[in-house]
């Protein structure tokens, strides 16, 4: 327990970290009146859509809080005590420690604490990245390594925020729920799973909503101004310009903000729950308490990487540096004091045999690399994928489809084999570490592919910093060009557009694969509580039998709903621009004042409807994801009745966990490989099109650029990969774990008692 | 065994009236010289390019057929029998009945007969489907009536074939192998899967060869000629247009008549493997002949079905009558003597409790109309999806792909939830049947889905007769249109084209729905395969568990190999389209006399450039279907050792199996999904543009057709959709079949020794 100090301190040192960035960018220069007049709008704008949005989720997770307290505490048969069996094994008692009711309200209370958490870590950092856009842009004005320091470190209040408080957030109840309200420490883990799922449901919600904002958005203005009206993009008279801009917010920043604050918070519960086996054999509480550390480990690491990217960045105002670079350096330090904290935190926590999860954590961290060159290979301008896009679209829009289409399927090649790698590596080194006789192989290779999933996350501040550099920077060059600032402001923030461009892309990436890793941890959680309401050893392999008839249709059914999710998001998308369109046309036609130039249009208007239209739009998918899991299990409950056969022991009626279990694992894999393809191919349809815009892009040796009829191809390409990229995309990462963790807590709904 | 006559009775009948049907469309008119000019052209190219395509398949064939043997034969330990256990199970023997060499050798055998009688099937199919072409444009000229009868008849010589050598190849191959050669009846069944192997073989590489020459052809065709040159479709001034017409022939004919060869193969061999443990409990050999009987019975239900079109078809030359309504009415009688027979079938054949199966069979029945609905749900112009598509092509085509795209996606909610009930039903019906003690309710339950599989199938020569209808009516048209017939003529083509559009469309949904039944029992036939190899009984559940580390990454394997087929196979299109707009341009280039229209284009040219690109593009996909599953079963088998304890007894080193069984059910899942959303997808995009050009479509209160903006946009969304429809999804198909019968005859290369 030597290091466990580390988490709260590390914790709030993320905090006062977060908060210096916040005071150090919002001190900064704000630039012309012209410039705060449009930065005021989008400001305005951003905290309305999350007000409302905030205000429909509340009301959402407070009603789900009862429900889960409720059902929890009439489904569940209250809290077993883990002990040591006869045969050696580790598995249940048969008294609760924990009465129903009480478990129920401990859930619903973990669930709320995950909800709020989440929601503040998502509401604070939107706040500083809508005030961190203007000064970029003022600091633009200056000079590349200024507009650098101030757009990732704006980012950066964000990536720390999430970061800590789903660090703090889950120690905190842990804390709570063992020292303070006396519960063992081996069953509080199960006791907090209800943190999880509320930190899943308010991503869904935020990466949906803001998911379906940020495109129906851009889509609209760009169908209505570019196409109808024929002005250019981010022209001041179109009236969605505004909710463009304040779009790119609440997608990218709120949106992957509250992904990567699941993804962390889950796979902590996660790990924490594979290691009360092992505590219960060792009595080392470290086995537990290891995922906390670790992370507490990669904050220090990223503190010190992030502050390094200024003296990496050129200060000459001339200097013709890739601004990828000194963001490649300090992930490169990053990385490298990962490794170290790795190996102090392993060596000092896992005992004897602690080097082979040194190696599982290194797998994590190589892979969390592999993941950033892959994404960039297929989405960045300058290697083979995106040039063959562009290349499609001499022929027009229906090869650039075609072609793209392609390209984002052939991306699930590395995505997958790279995944698969990681797992089998991971669980094979695990399951070398003897720790002792009781333990099998089979519980500490998944420990070790937890221990790889916790070093790869261990840079997730940085990710994070990176991934909001994209939308503060996109709107720092918005700001400046409908400010009229001069052409080199305009040209540093041209720059850092493209690279925020590519951080985004690696960000979900870097998604996809923490979600695809954790994956296999979270299914191995599940099948714990299952064994807990059953009574099976803990150490016992518990067979979810793919031959068997409710595990294939349930994996159907996953991998249906993975399709189905993506066809409402996507749907999503075109009603909530269809809203907008009607809105613009419509202030056009009232006002032709507009099209001259001569009055403002309704900027807040536009803003407000198409809030309201994503958020409507949002509780299809929405309920479709929490539900489909659900009805699912309850039908195979009540309607099958397969047997599972463990240690001899004949478990009668398992039909309804069976068919969620193949439901959650290959709706998973379906999901991942789903979102690799919607992310990957829309990213490099994306920049298919900015590869031809920056003339680059040749014909018959001649170089054609904007307005050319592959550049009008290329845009039909970047239009149909905005709804996959940014909507079903990333929502599919959410949806995921929102199947793991919903499955987690709602385990028993499943199982006939 | 009463009723075992029956096989080679109706295979020989099926053949009978598959000559008769040829003869006389033969005998019938073939119109003008002008029309048979282009018919002729076409048919030369089409048997040119078969000749090429088989020359190609037989030297891969007689390859592997050496490959087989000699790997079989090395790695094989010989075929054990089958005997009742002290404890009352069903397992094998210690000694082999069929020595490894001569295991090898039969299965060779059986392989290269199965590629043999597929090959026929296709050949003759599509010699007689390119004959009737012209006498359909014809006959079109003097009625409805006669155009339907002979498309239709012509479609059917295909359809009785395929089915005919199916059923006839497989009874002979059992037949010689158990009376000739005297192996016992109960082990031949796994001295066939061969037949099933050979008959996937050459379905990839049809299908895969046929689909992109087809696509290749008509997106070079209309890119060259509709958007560079600026002429119409089928115009006879661009060198491509003849080369589309074969190719209407060579995908949609000879590739789905390979489809679902092998679907009735592989699934009438899988079935005779589940049956071998109940015949040797009751000694009845109708559990093992029972697939090849119910065939039987089908294929009378056709004939008479068949027959009776003509008879609901008006023939007033003026009649406004549907040609989908005849088509119907037909299927209906098929559909109830399918009732009829399959009552007599079960009651006569399988025990006293054969009921439960008897509505086994309902309800694959039931699930074969079922998809013909929703196919046509989806894809046709006068509902909700379809509607929806032309829309959305009001602005632009990045909507029209959009929603396309959605619709795609939700189109995979309706197939799950069929075929999941399907399943579920099927399987919990037969697991009501107590046979006797020794007979597990889970032997029963999959025999039960194997029933309801081949119950769908019994209806499989008539939907391959509707299927190659469309190719033939679509030729039909081109011809009257190149050959300048009066406009009733091509009226009446034009009208039947279209219901050709649908009936294409329905076979795949069809198809796809057979796969995804036959995948549960063949994953069986594969189990049962690994129990014979690890002498585990038949009678004992071989788990093969999804938290395995390694049946989790062979399933993400499985599922990234789908995607990455695909790619490979969208890309060969746009590969092979490329060679053919560059024919046609040079000569364009090298001769103005074509486009004046006073000399002819080199139509023979374009043929066979398009064929050699075709069939060279084939190459990478269908490597990367067999190669896959073989590397993953021997990277698993040669890195990784989990074990499997089954009865408590510990089998070592099963990770080649394990990720082998991964790969192949997780894969299947993925890929009836995904086949799924590309057939359905295209097929909307497709009928979408046709609801445009039919002027039902109206903006603003006013009809809007061809030449309008959402009329080139829904080109745009038609164009993306056909290699998606005609070239990934069929070849999925294939790729999901292949994937398991790869897996049965190569099983033991997985399995450490």
Redesign the interface.
């Known amino acids: 327990m030597e290091l466990i100090w580390m988490v709260p301190v590390t914790g709030l040192a993320a905090v006062l970290f977060a908060l210096w960035l916040a005071y150090d960018v919002l001190r900064r220069d704000t630039g012309t009146d012209a410039m705060r007049e449009i930065a005021d709008m989008i400001f305005e704008g951003a905290m309305a859509f999350l007000a409302r949005q905030y205000r429909t989720i509340t009301i959402m997770a407070v009603i789900t809080t009862v429900v889960v307290t409720v059902l929890v505490g009439s489904i569940s048969e209250g809290v077993k005590p883990i002990v040591t069996l006869p045969d050696g094994g580790i598995g249940f008692g048969a008294e609760t420690v924990v009465g129903r009711w009480e478990e129920g309200l401990l859930t619903g209370i973990a669930f709320i604490v995950g909800a709020a958490c989440s929601g503040i870590a998502g509401y604070i950092g939107m706040f500083i990245a809508v005030r961190s856009n203007i000064r970029t842009a003022a600091a633009a004005q200056t000079s590349l390594k200024d507009a650098i320091t101030v757009s990732l470190r704006g980012g950066a209040v964000s990536g720390f925020l999430v970061v800590a408080l789903s660090l703090l957030g889950v120690s905190a109840i842990f804390f709570t729920y063992s020292k303070i309200l006396g519960n063992p420490y081996e069953i509080t883990p199960f006791l907090i799973v209800g943190f999880g799922f509320g930190a899943s449901f308010v991503a869904l919600f935020a990466q949906l909503g803001g998911g379906i904002y940020t495109k129906a958005a851009d ?1 609209g203005a760009d ?1 209505v101004g570019k ?1 109808e009206a024929g002005i250019p993009e981010d022209d001041p008279r179109n009236a969605a310009v505004v909710a463009d801009l304040v779009g790119d917010n609440v997608g990218d920043c709120a949106g992957r903000g509250a992904d990567l604050f699941e993804s962390m918070s889950a796979e902590n519960i996660g790990a924490m729950i594979l290691g009360v086996a092992i505590y219960t054999v060792t009595g080392d509480i470290e086995w537990i308490m290891f995922p906390l550390v670790l992370r507490s480990f990669g904050i220090i690491a990223t503190i010190v990487g992030l502050t390094s990217v200024p003296f990496f960045t050129s200060s000459d105002p001339k200097s013709t540096q890739d601004p990828m670079q000194p963001l490649n350096f300090g992930y490169y330090i990053v990385s490298i004091l990962s490794v170290i904290g790795l190996f102090i935190c392993t060596k000092m926590m896992l005992g004897s045999e602690w080097y082979w999860f040194f190696f599982c954590g290194i797998t994590g961290i190589a892979t969390g690399i592999a993941f950033v060159y892959i994404t960039q290979y297929y989405t960045a301008g300058s290697w083979r994928p995106v040039k063959e896009i562009a290349e ?1 679209s001499r ?5 650039n ?3 793209g ?6 991306t ?2 590395l ?3 790279s ?2 790698l990681a ?2 590596i991971s ?2 080194l695990g399951s070398q570490a003897e720790i002792d006789a009781a333990i099998p192989a089979f519980t500490t ?1 998944i420990f070790g ?1 937890a221990v790889a999933t916790m070093g790869m996350l261990m840079s997730a501040a940085y990710i994070l910093s990176m991934d909001t550099f994209g939308p503060i920077t996109d709107n720092a060059g918005g700001i400046n060009e409908m400010a009229g600032a001069p052409p080199e402001a305009r040209d540093i923030t041209d720059k850092l557009d493209a690279v925020g461009n590519t951080t985004k892309a690696l960000t979900k990436g870097y998604a996809v694969a923490s979600a ?1 890793l954790a994956a ?1 941890l979270l ?2 959680a599940f ?1 714990d509580k299952v064994k807990e309401r059953l009574e099976i050893p803990l150490t016992s ?7 068997n ?5 349930g ?3 996953g ?2 709903l993975v ?2 999710f ?3 998001a ?2 999503a ?2 009603n909530a621009a269809g809203a907008i ?1 009607e809105e613009v046309r419509r202030q056009f036609r009232a006002d032709p004042g507009i099209m001259a130039g001569t009055s403002r249009p309704d900027y807040h208007r536009a803003v407000d409807i198409t809030a309201r239209a994503a958020l409507r739009e949002m509780i299809a998918p929405g309920i479709l994801a929490v539900g489909m899991p659900i009805a699912v299990g309850l039908i195979f409950r009540f ?2 009745n397969s047997e599972v ?1 463990v240690d ?1 022991v004949v478990y009668p009626d398992a039909s309804g966990w069976l068919a969620v ?2 439901m959650l ?2 709706g998973t ?2 999901g ?2 789903m979102a690799t ?1 919607l992310n990957n191919g829309g990213g490099a349809w994306d920049n298919a099109k900015k590869y031809i815009e920056s003339g680059e892009f040749k014909v018959d040796g001649v170089s054609v650029g904007k307005g050319s009829e592959p550049h009008k191809a290329a ?2 390409g970047d ?2 990969g905005d ?2 990229k940014d909507t079903a995309g990333p929502s599919l990462h959410v949806l995921i774990k929102l199947l793991a963790t919903i499955t987690l807590v709602l385990a028993p709904l499943f199982i006939s008692s």
Do not use: H, K, N, Y
Not at 395 to 399: D, K
Not at 541 to 547: F, G, M, S
């Open positions: 889509v169908l196409v499609a022929t027009g829009p229906a090869t489809i075609i072609i289409t392609a390209v984002g399927f052939e699930t090649a995505t997958a084999i995944i698969g797992l089998v669980f094979a290779g592919t695809g296999f299914f191995s099948l392999e518990l067979p979810i039998d793919l031959a008839v409710d595990v294939f249709v994996g159907l059914m991998v249906m399709f189905l993506s066809s409402l996507i749907r998308v075109g369109i309607t099958r056969v001899g279990a193949g694992i290959i894999i379906g991942i490989m393809v845009v039909v239009t149909v709804p996959f």
